[in-house]
Nanobody, 123 residues
């Protein structure tokens, strides 16, 4: 079992930045690929970013490329999502997830999910 707790979501103005954190506990963190997903009001959950278990591979949704980065600190069992140049369209609940695979971008590959953290970007 892996428990995931997200933090860092808040209200921010367009053009601002936020860093989301996801703290993991339970089974060995380093064996899991990690991902961030989001669900905007009235929309389906969508992939945002993923990082491999070794931390050497990342992937981003096209709409966040160049603005968001994902990283992991295995010593702290934490994965981060740095979000810059935020836009109102980024408003959503952001979820952290862990997969037993080395790397994955599809939500169905992810076994463990956090409760989510709200990000609201005002125009």
């Amino acid at each position: 079992q892996v428990q995931l707790v997200e933090s860092g979501g808040e209200l921010v103005q367009a053009g601002g930045s936020l860093r989301l954190s996801c703290a993991a506990s339970g089974r060995t963190f380093t064996v899991y690929g990690m991902g961030w997903f989001r669900r905007a009001p009235g929309k389906e959950r969508e992939f945002v970013a993923a990082i491999s278990g070794r931390g050497d591979l990342t992937r981003f949704q096209d709409s966040v490329k160049g603005r968001f980065t994902i990283s992991r600190d295995d010593a702290k069992n934490t994965v981060y999502l740095q979000m810059n140049s935020l836009e109102p369209e980024d408003t959503a609940v952001y979820y952290c997830a862990a997969t037993p695979l080395e790397f994955a971008v599809f939500s169905t590959a992810y076994t463990y999910w956090g409760q989510g953290t709200q990000v609201t970007v005002s125009s």
